[in-house]
């Protein structure tokens, strides 16, 4: 079988909107880059993947693409569900016969989380892998192609995305993995990542000064 890797972003400068009410928009672009930078990294170093594509509508995000030696995809609608099955017909149009659909907000990803999920997708022949998040979502599904049902990434998305595998005749396999069930969404999650030692991105020294920052002056501000 031939696998694509697909990895949705958006535009940088609205990406982790819940994490505005305590990261600057700057901080908040450079984390979102960084980001892809690493999942990008770990897919190529990895080497499953016949391709890697990245959906989005911010050419910032497609130029990392290229310099990784992916396929930068401008995205035509902005909804994360038609960028993926976008990306999807396009991997499929161009060969593809399975993709694993991987947001780039994971900053536990491992290079064996990728070769979980490809293998647990190898080793059935018809089923649909899913690694689902800590609050319910889907942070990873890797599906034969052309999709078998349309996606449903959001709220509660990991139940969904089982029932439509189920409906549509393909055994759902879960892989339950802690690094990919971490991703960043709120700021409780923010908190999470800045104590991680094994997350080591750039810019995370800069975000945790800048909490820390927020904290005193916050005390500051109490004791007034």
Same mark, same amino acid.
């Given at each position: ?10 535009? #940088? !400068?609205?990406?982790?909107? +819940?994490? %505005? ?19 990008? &990294? ?25 310099? =990784? $030696?992916?396929? $930068? ?5 902005? !909804?994360?569900?038609? %960028? ?12 593809? /016969? ?6 780039? /907000?994971?900053?536990?990803? &491992?290079?064996? !989380? ?9 080793? &059935?022949?018809?089923?649909?892998? =899913? ?21 449903? =990434?959001? *709220? /509660?998305?990991?139940?969904? &995305? +089982? ?7 393909? @055994? ?5 993995? @802690?690094?990919? *069930? #971490? /991703?960043?969404?709120?700021?409780? !999650? ?15 020294? *800069? ?16 004791? %007034?």
């Amino acid at each position: 079988m031939k696998q694509w890797l697909i990895v949705p972003v958006k535009p #940088f !400068d609205k990406a982790k909107s +819940r994490l %505005a009410g305590v990261l600057p928009d700057a901080m908040r672009a450079e984390l979102s880059a960084q980001l892809l930078e690493q999942t990008l &990294h770990i897919a190529v170093t990895a080497d499953l993947f016949a391709q890697i594509v990245v959906v989005s509508r911010d050419p910032a995000a497609l130029t990392i693409a290229a310099a =990784f $030696g992916a396929i $930068g995809l401008m995205e035509n609608l902005a !909804d994360l569900n038609s %960028a993926l099955i976008q990306a999807c017909g396009y991997a499929h149009a161009s060969g593809a /016969d399975g993709a694993l659909l991987l947001p780039a /907000d994971l900053p536990r990803l &491992h290079q064996q !989380d990728l070769v979980e999920l490809v293998e647990a997708f190898l080793s &059935h022949p018809r089923t649909v892998v =899913f690694a689902p998040s800590r609050d319910g979502g889907t942070n990873a599904l890797m599906s034969p192609l052309p999709a078998p049902f349309s996606f449903a =990434f959001g *709220a /509660d998305s990991y139940c969904i &995305h +089982r029932a439509l595998a189920t409906a549509a005749g393909f @055994t759902a396999t879960v892989v339950n993995s @802690t690094t990919l *069930a #971490f /991703d960043l969404d709120s700021p409780a !999650d923010l908190c999470e990542f800045v104590a991680d030692p094994t997350c080591r991105l750039p810019v995370k020294s *800069a975000i945790a000064q800048h909490l820390q920052n927020a904290v005193m002056t916050t005390q500051q501000n109490t004791l %007034a």
